[in-house]
T-cell receptor
Framework: DAGITQSPRHKVTETGTPVTLRCHQT?????MYWYRQDPGHGLRLIHY???????DKGEVSDGYSVSRSKTEDFLLTLESATSSQTSVYFC???????????FGQGTRLTVV | RKEVEQDPGPFNVPEGATVAFNCTYS??????FFWYRQDCRKEPKLLMS???SGNEDGRFTAQLNRASQYISLLIRDSKLSDSATYLCVVILGAGGTSYGKLTFGQGTILTVHP
């Protein structure tokens, strides 16, 4: 299995609080992605990174920010969590834009 | 129109059956194609890449038809352990706003019963 670790694996937080999810890889892959998965919507891209300090928005980026200060770490921050951000969040990595991606085990986030 | 469309199913088949899934994509500039498998409450895992020449891995065969913009997955001799959601994934080629990013279909649910 690809070396991807997401933390935390589960989190319950209150509306309005900031939350940071971490994705750590040991594969030295250039590309990293954050997706959310919700019933009826499938997997949707939140943000992605194509290198250290290089990030861009995906299709559902409102309310989220990201940072990548090191190749191995990609952080997703919910500045002020809302109930609509209750979801399962997956991090993924790939070595090239045309290549397959490998996923972390996911973080289940509940905003109450 | 969604960029990647799949029949959500569910498909319920007996052990030993052959089952086929199809997936269509809207952007002709798409360059890479995959099938992923996702078990309940788990992460998606790569099942196989899909090439124009078709490719086979044991009981699984994947094919790509660029002219018609569809991808197929055939599972022969279904096993109980094949029960999962199968995701069609497309990567857009250069020039599009989604360049290099995986785009997922909604998934097809397969249940194999004894």
């Amino acid at each position: 299995d690809a070396g991807i670790t997401q933390s935390p694996r589960h989190k319950v937080t209150e509306t309005g609080t900031p939350v940071t999810l971490r994705c750590h890889q040991t594969e030295n892959h250039r590309y990293m992605y954050w997706y959310r998965q919700d019933p009826g919507h499938g997997l949707r891209l939140i943000h992605y990174s194509y290198g250290v300090k290089d990030t861009d928005k995906g299709e559902v980026s409102d309310g989220y920010s990201v940072s990548r200060s090191k190749t191995e770490d990609f952080l997703l921050t919910l500045e002020s969590a809302t109930s609509s951000q209750t979801s399962v969040y997956f991090c993924a990595i790939s070595e090239a834009t045309w290549a397959e991606a490998f996923f972390g085990q996911g973080t289940r986030l509940t905003v109450v | 129109r969604k960029e990647v469309e799949q029949d959500p199913g569910p498909f319920n088949v007996p052990e030993g059956a052959t089952v086929a899934f199809n997936c269509t994509y809207s952007n002709s500039a798409s360059q890479s194609f995959f099938w992923y498998r996702q078990d309940c409450r788990k992460e998606p895992k790569l099942l196989m890449s899909v090439y124009s020449s078709g490719n086979e891995d044991g009981r699984f065969t994947a094919q790509l038809n660029r002219a018609s913009q569809y991808i197929s997955l055939l599972i022969r001799d279904s096993k109980l352990s094949d029960s999962a959601t199968y995701l069609c994934v497309v990567i857009l080629g250069a020039g599009g706003t989604s360049y290099g990013k995986l785009t997922f279909g909604q998934g097809t649910i397969l249940t194999v019963h004894p």
